[in-house]
């Protein structure tokens, strides 16, 4: 019989198993030790008869507590894992007292019914063939394994808990796809352990070799806690030795069971972010949106659709989205209603270009709560043509301002980006220009006006994951700007969960920036995509384009921040400009709009009283 068929047949009769080992172990000690006692000692045969019926009385006492005492704590039952620390310490304790107590009542009698020295030494020596016992269990277990022929050897990163925990689940599944061959830890002294015969081979440092001499093709990252820093080091590390990278969850998904191999996964964008993600108790804040009327433009963008699902969910007493694009609309319907006959009054097609349409729009529905959310995003594309810029991001954003104004709204939210802060584009100029009308409305109208500034959205419209992932998807190459570009990233849901508390927590005229740790670099997203693709594919680096910056930054350099209210959401004063500056602008070319966007970024206040003075 193999080895496995015998392991799964002792798996079968745990109990009776376990408790024969335990017997006889007991058995053999107590006579064991009678005879090492008494050789040679009696007198008659009839002494010597007389021992070995005191030894094997004593010894059924013991064995019979012990099936008793193991039985009542369920010791026999799977109670505890075989050979576990907890089985172990549960055995001794329970041994050892028998022991002590059986050899207490042998002292009771006058004369002893056997030897004061049999009864410990048989204790103890029992407990030893007990455990050593179960131990050989433990190990044919293990060394039972047959694993599958397409089972990829994997080494594993993190010889704790969690990798300790995961080896011991693949040990008993032979059938998992991946089979450990080696442990690699950088704690020095965890360098001689072996864990179900798989050892520590090295440190993270000596991942490399460790690779080569192990035939590895898979890295499992198998640290719960592990912050996203370590997972892009290690990935990196990695990915240059041809090694697939996995990892297991983390340490909150696993509060509730152990690790197991089911657990295994490769490795998702959020485990890279750079940070965790924003915790917010949105039920505590989000109630100023129960039973009011909310118009959301932009409602048919990545952005706008996500607020229109999340503030659905609050019972607005009407939910008004939007938008120019009549297909975006459609599908935010469809995710939304689930369906899309585009006749509902919900929805609005219009131009926020329009100042009269808007208008009608604004007096008709009333609206008490704004999400700004529609605006032209792509920094290329705008750098070409400045004019659409100023048109949509700046004058679209004003004749907003003033739609809402004329109708007293109670909130409203101007969505804006990171590339405001010291702007360098024409995408960041037209959007600081945006935050900047939206402080100016402030300081006018009764209601609240404030931004939210925000980096790149994962899994936006155009973001730099889609682009990717088709790039991919075609073959390739993927095109990547700089070696050392970085941005920072966040996902749909923090960006809209940081909107809809803005509206809660932001003061008249302010920019709410989330805290989004440190930035990434766009190489790691790129490397990291084509990993899970699993292709050979070319990077291609394309240089940095017209206004496109190096590394983004979240605060201009005349800015200072506070953290009032939530401990990762800064509080920036924004400088107004009134939008009576925006009148004598006229389509006068591209040179002309973007000259305008940038002074009035750049808070120029001299040119912007002379603008004021001429506008009166």
Same mark, same amino acid.
């Given at each position: ?34 005879? @090492?006692?008494?050789? #040679? !000692?009696?007198? *008659? =045969?009839?002494?010597? %008869?007389?021992?070995?019926?005191? &030894? ?99 080494? @594993?990163?993190?010889? #704790? !808990?969690?990798? *300790? =925990?995961?080896?011991? %689940?693949?040990?008993?599944?032979? &059938? ?441």
């Amino acid at each position: 019989m193999r080895g496995g068929a015998i392991s799964a047949a002792v798996r079968a009769r745990r109990t009776v198993t376990l408790m024969t080992l335990d017997g006889v172990a007991l058995l053999f000690s107590y006579l064991f030790f009678t005879v @090492v006692r008494y050789w #040679g !000692a009696a007198d *008659t =045969q009839d002494a010597t %008869s007389a021992i070995a019926e005191h &030894a094997l009385g004593i010894a059924l006492v013991a064995i019979v507590l012990q099936w008793s005492v193991g039985s009542f704590l369920r010791m026999y039952q799977g109670r505890a894992t075989v050979a576990s620390l907890d089985e172990t310490f549960l055995l001794a304790s329970t041994v050892v007292c028998i022991g002590c107590a059986l050899s207490l009542v042998n002292i009771a009698f006058q004369p002893y019914v056997i030897s004061r020295g049999v009864p410990l030494a048989a204790t103890f020596m029992a407990l030893f063939v007990m455990l050593l016992g179960r131990a050989v269990w433990r190990l044919r277990q293990h060394g039972g394994v047959r694993w599958s022929e397409s089972a990829v050897p994997a080494l @594993v990163f993190g010889a #704790g !808990a969690g990798g *300790t =925990q995961l080896v011991a %689940s693949m040990m008993r599944n032979p &059938a998992s796809q991946l089979r450990p061959v080696g442990f690699l830890d950088d704690d020095p002294w965890k360098r001689r352990l072996r864990v179900a015969g798989v050892p520590v081979i090295g440190s993270r440092g000596e991942l490399a070799s460790a690779a080569r001499e192990t035939g590895a093709g898979v890295l499992v990252i198998a640290i719960p806690s592990a912050s996203p820093e370590l997972i892009r080091e290690v990935s990196r590390d990695a990915r240059a030795c041809g090694l697939r990278v996995k990892v297991i969850p983390g340490v909150d998904d696993l509060l509730a069971e152990r690790v197991s191999i089911r657990d295994v996964r490769d490795i998702d964008i959020h485990d890279v972010l750079g940070r965790n993600p924003v915790e917010t108790d949105v039920s505590s804040i989000a109630g100023y949106l129960t039973g009011k009327r909310v118009l959301v433009t932009g409602a048919g963008g990545s952005i706008g659709s996500e607020l229109c699902r999340q503030i659905n969910r609050w019972g607005p007493s009407e939910l008004i989205m939007l938008d120019r694009d009549e297909s975006g609309l459609h599908a935010t319907e469809l995710s939304i209603m689930g369906r899309a006959l585009l006749d509902s009054g919900s929805l609005v097609l219009a131009d926020i270009r329009d100042a009269a349409a808007l208008g009608t729009v604004f007096r008709e529905r009333q609206p008490q709560v704004v999400f700004h959310a529609a605006a032209l995003k792509h920094l290329t594309m705008l750098e070409q043509y400045p004019a659409e810029a100023m048109k949509t991001n700046v004058v679209g954003t004003a004749n907003v301002l003033e739609a809402a104004a004329a109708v007293g709204v109670e909130r409203f939210v101007n969505i804006s980006t990171d590339k405001a802060a010291d702007p360098s584009s024409v995408l960041g100029c037209s959007k600081r220009v945006a935050e900047r009308l939206t402080a100016a409305m402030a300081t006018r109208d009764s209601g609240t006006y404030l931004s939210v500034r925000f980096g790149n959205v994962l899994g936006s419209r155009g973001s730099v994951l889609t682009a990717f992932a088709a790039q991919i998807a075609a073959g390739g190459p993927v095109t990547v700007t700089h070696p050392d570009v970085t941005r920072y990233f966040m996902t749909v849901d923090e960006a809209v969960l940081l909107v809809i508390q803005a509206a809660a927590i932001g003061n008249d005229g302010e920019a709410l920036i989330l805290d989004m740790g440190e930035p990434i670099r766009i190489q790691d997203v790129a490397e990291q995509l084509i990993d899970q693709s699993g292709r050979p594919i070319e990077i291609v680096y394309t240089g940095l384009r017209e206004g496109e910056k190096l590394h983004e930054v979240l605060l201009s350099e005349d800015e200072s921040s506070a953290r009032p209210v939530h401990p990762l959401v800064s509080h920036v004063a924004v400088p107004p400009l009134d939008a009576r500056a925006l009148r004598p602008w006229r389509d006068d070319g591209h040179d002309s709009a973007r000259a305008r966007m940038e002074r009035w970024a750049a808070h120029d206040e001299p040119a912007l009283l002379a603008v004021l003075q001429q506008s009166r």
